[in-house]
């Protein structure tokens, strides 16, 4: 990916399943290459979808818990020969449990990824684009940023964290020429219950989480229309979010509580 293209150039981080899959597929479908980045070997997979949508697609195996693979990262892009006009920062990882329970070194690595390693290539990315006039950035937050989260303490601040940092940004680029939103899924179909141990949960167990399609596709739309803040899923998860939104916090932390307690899925 040496030679500058007619097509528009998108980066997706947490590329190889889920949202951000489904994500970069959007972005290929509306005419876009792609770089895309994840750890994990369905990195393969994605490559391979994507090219066969007709996208050039430049794969990045990276940790981007290790700041020498966000700076990795940030090479591939920048040496990809021509400017990125797009960037979803979207890899990120949850754990459910109580706080006095839960792995320290797991919860560390919350912070590291979804909060340290998208404030550093948030921090390359947005550099690039100001230099030169134009771009659009999509966080992926969640509703769990709109209130505290009992069992999911850590992923919720997490989210919190990534939610005002994109408001933040949006405000202070407003005059770049750089445009900056917020995706906010509620329960969404991806591997994040399995791989966060929610999976007792009456949260996880829900059988009526939404399609990461769906979710991808109203995000791609919004990060489009520059709007600030996507509340994306189905019209239960939207609500969901706004009433999260507007609730008291001590109101919306015991409103939450009983779907994310371990063994709830059980009552």
Do not use: W
């Not at 399943?17 to 895309?36: M, T, W, Y």
């Not at 979710?215 to 489009?224: F, I, K, N, S």
């Not at 001590?250 to 371990?262: C, I, R, W, Y």
Request: net charge negative.
């Amino acid at each position: 990916m040496t030679t500058p293209a007619a097509r528009p150039l998108a980066l997706v981080t947490g590329a190889s399943s889920g949202i951000g899959r489904e994500l970069a597929k959007q972005f290929a479908e509306n005419g876009f290459d792609l770089i895309v980045a994840a750890e994990d070997v369905e990195l393969d997979d994605v490559t391979e979808e994507l090219r066969a949508m007709g996208a050039t697609v430049a794969p990045v195996s990276v940790d981007l818990t290790e700041p020498e693979d966000v700076e990795r990262l940030t090479a591939a892009v920048r040496g990809a020969g021509r400017p990125l006009d797009a960037a979803a920062l979207n890899a990120g990882v949850g754990i459910g449990g109580r706080f006095a329970e839960t792995d320290l070194d797991r919860e560390l690595e919350i912070v590291d990824l979804n909060c340290r390693s998208t404030v550093h290539l948030a921090k390359r990315v947005v550099q690039d684009m100001v230099a030169r006039g134009e771009g659009r950035i999509l966080f992926t937050s969640s509703i769990a940023s709109q209130a505290p989260e009992p069992f999911q303490a850590v992923y919720a601040a997490s989210k919190s964290f990534v939610q005002s940092l994109a408001l933040a940004l949006r405000e202070e680029l407003a005059e770049t020429g750089v445009s900056v939103t917020a995706l906010l899924p509620g329960p969404t179909e991806t591997e994040f219950f399995d791989r966060g141990d929610l999976t007792d949960t009456k949260l996880g167990a829900d059988p009526d989480k939404d399609d990461p399609a769906l979710v991808a596709r109203q995000g791609y739309e919004g990060l489009m229309k520059g709007e600030a803040s996507v509340f994306a899923g189905t019209l239960t998860s939207k609500v969901m979010g706004t009433l999260s939104a507007v609730l008291p916090d001590s109101l919306a932390g015991k409103a939450h509580k009983p779907m994310t307690e371990p063994g709830s899925a059980e009552g």
